[in-house]
């Protein structure tokens, strides 16, 4: 499997896979953010996204986590190749 | 002995309390509603050990009022079980290895161990103990699987020598357990877990949303006048009616005393809408009218709740209630003061910042009508057909999101953002939901109903005293001039702060025009909730935070008033 384009969370379309890069931001955020589940290095996929900037909810390790927009935009992920 | 119970938010651990110590609490499918921490009693070989339920944490560093709650709990505890998610092997495992660097003896629980066969997840148990060097057991909390062995094993709990030096560290210690011990076969997705994923997209999610609420406010009245209907209704009318009867004639069918406890008979009887007496309507309006539909109210949320849906609300709401200076997890105190503002207050501490709890707290208290209030509003206003309840009804949720919009633009401070974990929809337990349903009708009993009737018992000795004469003719230019109606209904406002039964009552028999009566109900439903929100207004705010939100109230009560007055 090859990884290529890189976005972020926030970009992302309903459905498709990545893999984390970097999660960008202030200490406390990654901490966060890390504690649970959500890595670098880490498959996610993304499940959906509210209107008008609304939260993005994410599976990884088959949890779905919902995160507001601006930490979702924090989030670089490289996506997988279809 | 102190046995700390500790794990993540959302792998069971309030259930698993109940188990292990039979004690009465409260489990959810949301995070935060353990940071108020639960304490039960375990026997452990003839030794009585204390057990204590700790705010749900993903880590020991914390990140959270409640995370910080929990790190402080680890310092006073002997013991810990760390109860992990089976099926979220790797996530949980982080807070494991944080707890065995610890100076404390630890034994590890598994839980949700049946949805790992579903799963295609596969765990060698023997070979995860070996590797953390303390006992592990596979438990299923629910069912109370496991339970025996886990506390038959806590004798042999161990602290190994562990040391990461940082997270990245940790992190990836985890890794190399996780791929030893555990190996996930692929499988195909099941049902619910395909709705799951469409109930959390806005479309068909808002759809979905808007079914589950018309459904679940069907099955609130279904049950509700089932109760009054079939129970609570027969119980006052065939047996507290004679023993009131008798009391009246005892008391000479009048006078001071008469009037305060029985009150006026009607037609020579007591009526439990009418007579207006601390032991006839008043007893009958918290326990025969509101109680069956607080009942009903809370066995449908705790479904809800703990089938693990209402997160999925809280995200696809959480745009618009940002917009009001909220995040989506409002929705869940905003939605418990539906049945009653108390319980809706005392849910805002799952709220992180100060801001958001003000914001939240003043909205339900302002623009939330409780079951007692909602069922008065049909009882007054749906005699004149239903449009105008919807009129009462649109009025409060405009309200609520006008002053959101306002209150977000002035109140200082930030809301934080949403990041939190979407639970698998699961079969909600009935043993919790019936434990949880208990605990909040006590709730509702002990915090609730004490203040109401201390507020039935002053207003009624006030009113024999012909105190709200005075007020009225005080209050009266405001009543008639802004909100147009007649100088008589000023009293009954003024009594609405102590017993809305009575103010209702009180306007039903002026004669009121629909519009009259929809901008008096919308009124009463805005100023003064009631004695006993009032109350935990000021516990959870402070002395300040509840006169803001008073000064709050007062005014917007005016102004809608006066507005209705002009549009109606």
């Known amino acids: 499997m090859t990884f290529n384009r890189q976005t972020t969370v926030a970009q992302m379309r309903t459905g498709e896979r990545g893999r984390i890069i970097e999660i960008t931001g202030g200490h406390g955020l990654t901490r966060r953010v890390e504690a649970m589940g959500i890595r670098p290095g880490k498959k996610i996929a993304k499940v959906s996204s509210m209107l008008m900037r609304g939260p993005v909810t994410i599976q ?12 979702a935009r924090r989030i670089l992920v490289e996506l997988e190749s279809k | 002995m102190k046995i700390l119970l500790m794990g993540n938010p959302n792998v069971g651990k309030s259930v698993f309390f109940s188990r ?3 004690i009465r609490v409260i489990a959810s499918n949301y995070p935060g509603t353990t940071v108020k921490f639960t304490k039960g009693y375990l026997k452990l070989g003839g030794e009585l050990a204390e057990v204590i339920d700790v705010p749900g944490t993903y880590t020991l560093e914390p990140t959270s009022k409640a995370e910080e709650v929990a790190t402080k709990m680890l310092k006073d505890g002997d013991l ?24 404390i003896p630890v034994v590890v629980a598994l839980n949700i161990w049946d949805d790992t066969k579903h799963r295609g997840i596969h765990i060698d148990v023997n070979n995860l103990e070996q590797v953390l060097g303390v006992p592990v057991v596979p438990t299923v909390a629910v069912t109370g699987e496991g339970m025996k062995e886990l506390v038959s094993r806590i004798s042999e709990a161990a602290s190994p020598p562990v040391s990461y030096r940082t997270r990245d560290e940790r992190w990836a210690g985890v890794g190399r357990i996780v791929q030893q011990v ?12 395909r709705l799951g994923d469409a109930s959390i997209k806005p479309f068909p999610g808002i759809l979905i949303a808007a079914l589950v609420m018309l459904v679940s406010f069907m099955v609130i009245r279904f049950i509700g006048e ?14 507290w009616a004679p023993v009131m009867m008798r009391l009246s004639e005892f008391l000479g069918s009048g006078g001071f005393l008469h009037n305060i406890l029985v009150g006026k008979l009607i037609n020579g009887e007591v009526d439990f809408f009418q007579s207006f007496g601390i032991l006839t309507t008043g007893l009958y309006i918290p ?3 509101v109680l069956p539909y607080i009942l009903s109210f809370y066995l449908v949320l705790g479904f809800l709740e703990d089938s693990g849906y209402l997160p999925r609300v809280a995200v696809l709401l959480d745009t618009l209630m940002h917009r009001l200076g909220m995040h989506g997890y409002a929705i869940i105190p905003t939605l418990l003061g539906l049945g009653c503002n108390v319980p809706g207050i005392l849910a805002t501490r799952i709220l992180e910042s100060r801001r958001e709890r003000f914001i939240v707290a003043t909205l339900i208290s302002i623009g939330v009508p409780c079951a007692a209030l909602q069922a008065m509003v049909i009882g007054l206003v749906g005699g004149e057909g239903w449009q105008y309840v919807a009129i009462v009804y649109g009025t ?20 934080p953002e949403l990041l939190v974990e979407i639970p698998p929809y699961r079969l909600p337990p009935m043993r919790m939901v019936a434990l949880k349903l208990w605990a909040r009708i006590l709730g509702f009993l002990r915090e609730a109903v004490p203040v109401v009737m201390l507020g039935i018992f002053v207003v009624t000795i006030l009113y024999a005293l012909n105190v709200f004469d005075y007020i ?15 100088q008589e209904a000023t009293a009954a406002l003024a009594i609405g702060f102590l017993r809305k039964d009575m103010a209702i009552g009180m306007l039903s028999v002026l004669n009121l025009t629909a519009n009259q009566l929809v901008i008096g109900s919308v009124v009463l439903a805005m100023f003064f909730p009631c004695i006993a929100s009032f109350v935990v207004l000021a516990r959870e705010l402070g002395f300040k935070g509840m006169l803001a939100a008073t000064g709050i109230m007062i005014v917007a009560s005016l102004v809608v008033g006066s507005l209705l007055n002009l549009i109606l």
């Open chain 2, 182 to 193: 555990q190996t996930v076969t692929h499988r195909h997705h099941t049902w619910l877990e």
């Open chain 2, 226 to 239: 089932g109760l009054i209907g079939y129970i609570f209704e027969p119980l006052f009318n065939n047996l």
């Open chain 2, 396 to 415: 409060l949720f405009v309200v609520w999101v006008i002053l959101g919009l306002i209150l977000n633009l002035i109140v200082k401070g930030f809301s």
């Open chain 2, 80 to 103: 810990v079980i760390n109860v992990v998610d089976a099926t979220n092997l790797e996530r949980n495992l982080f807070l494991t290895l944080q707890l065995l660097e610890r100076d």
């Open chain 1, 60 to 71: 990884v390790d088959g949890v779905q986590v919902a995160i507001g927009f601006g930490i």
């Open chain 2, 472 to 486: 009225s003719n005080f209050a009266a230019p405001v009543v008639s001039g802004f909100f147009g109606l007649p």
């Open chain 2, 287 to 289: 326990f025969g009218a």
């Open chain 2, 20 to 22: 292990l110590t039979g």
